[in-house]
Nanobody
Framework: QVQFVESGGGLVQPGGSLRLSCAAS????????MGWYRQAPGKQRELVASSSRFDVTTYADSVKGRFTISRDNVQNKLDLQMNNLKAEDSGVYYC?????????WGQGTQVTVSS
């Protein structure tokens, strides 16, 4: 299984921005679709954005126009630029394959949007 390490989270005020990064231990090009997921306290993990190996992207309605996913198959990296953050964007963010995520998730990176 490919392992993932997420980074870039933090505390930010509403309206602020963060850029998350995900480093994969193996060949990311071998994974057709990669996704960023988030899990808020007490809620199920949800997919917020995905990118195919040929850069076809999808976004959850709640983040469209604010988040941008980008994928670098050479550096085996997946980024998520998050702008105009809202309190409801808070949670732990993970990257993984989509669909059928690998069973071993990374540690995630915490995003907290609060004034």
């Amino acid at each position: 299984q490919v392992q993932f390490v997420e980074s870039g989270g933090g505390l930010v005020q509403p309206g602020g921005s963060l850029r998350l990064s995900c480093a994969a231990s193996g060949n990311m090009f071998s994974i057709p679709i990669m996704g960023w997921y988030r899990q808020a306290p007490g809620k199920q993990r949800e997919l917020v954005a995905s990118s195919s190996r040929f850069d076809v992207t999808t976004y959850a309605d709640s983040v469209k126009g604010r988040f941008t996913i980008s994928r670098d198959n050479v550096q085996n990296k997946l980024d998520l630029q998050m702008n105009n953050l809202k309190a409801e964007d808070s949670g732990v963010y993970y990257c993984n394959r989509h669909p059928s995520p690998f069973p071993d998730w990374g540690q995630g990176t915490q995003v907290t949007v609060s004034s």
